[in-house]
């Protein structure tokens, strides 16, 4: 079974462009999480999604940051404009339902570096 | 609030070693524990989980101990490869209806032959 897929795997631009990083979560999964993750502050949730509809959103950052799940089998994050210290590796999970003892299945992560 | 402490990084030992990486935990409501593993350049992958105190989660050789008593949920494994040198990582979900995660500051692990 196809796992989450995230796209693209390594990005790098220039301060001020925007940044669009992609989601396809694990089909019949309800849950969807994006995290931030550096060496600084280590595993940060950014917002999560149930059924579509964003639940909590306390960890995105400011408001460059903006995040969409048109439909159940795709998400995006969005970076506009985008600053060096938005360099990091972000990570989407998907997870069968929010019951809390459902384990969540990570993609392997896009690789931001903003210069 | 929700929060966990994990033991610092980073831990090296040799081949065929036990392994403890101590995690505790605070929580509201019943928290459902895990410990994920993250190797080089890739996601976090789940290893074991338990979900109700006294559970023993267990995968790959590796075991933790839902301790209520102790708040914790501490790994272990009794005989390291090299392939185990990761990144690990606890986590717990609240058991308030949410199943969002809180991780600790994740072990380096680096077993040498």
């Known amino acids: 079974d196809a796992g989450v897929i995230q796209s693209p795997r390594h990005e790098v631009t220039e301060m001020g462009q925007e940044v669009t990083l992609r989601c396809k979560p694990i089909s019949g999964h309800n849950s969807l999480f994006w995290y931030r993750q550096t060496m600084m502050r280590g595993l940060e949730l950014l917002i999560y999604?149930?059924?579509?509809?964003?639940?909590?959103d306390s960890g995105m950052p400011e408001d460059r940051f903006s995040a969409k799940m048109p439909n159940a089998s795709f998400s995006t994050l969005k970076i506009q404009p985008s600053e060096p210290r938005d360099s990091a590796v972000y990570f989407c999970a998907s997870s069968l339902d929010k019951r809390s003892n459902q384990p969540q299945h990570f993609g392997d992560g896009t690789r931001l570096s903003i210069l | 609030g929700n929060s966990v402490t994990q033991m610092e990084g980073p831990v090296t030992l040799s081949e065929e070693a036990f392994l403890t990486i101590n995690c505790t935990y605070t929580?509201?409501?019943?928290?459902?524990l895990f410990w994920y593993v993250q190797y080089p350049g890739e996601g976090l992958q789940l290893l074991l989980k338990a979900t109700k105190a006294d559970d023993k989660g267990s995968n790959k050789g590796f075991e933790a101990t839902y301790r209520k008593e102790t708040t914790s949920f501490h790994l272990e494994k009794g005989s390291v490869q090299v392939s185990d040198s990761a990144v690990y990582f606890c986590?717990?979900?609240?058991?308030?209806?949410?199943?969002?995660?809180?991780f600790g500051t994740g072990t380096r692990l680096t077993v040498i032959p």
């Open positions: 986590a717990l979900t609240s058991g308030t209806g949410a199943n969002n995660l809180f």
């Open positions: 999604f149930n059924n579509n509809v964003p639940i909590d």
């Open positions: 929580a509201t409501g019943y928290p459902s």
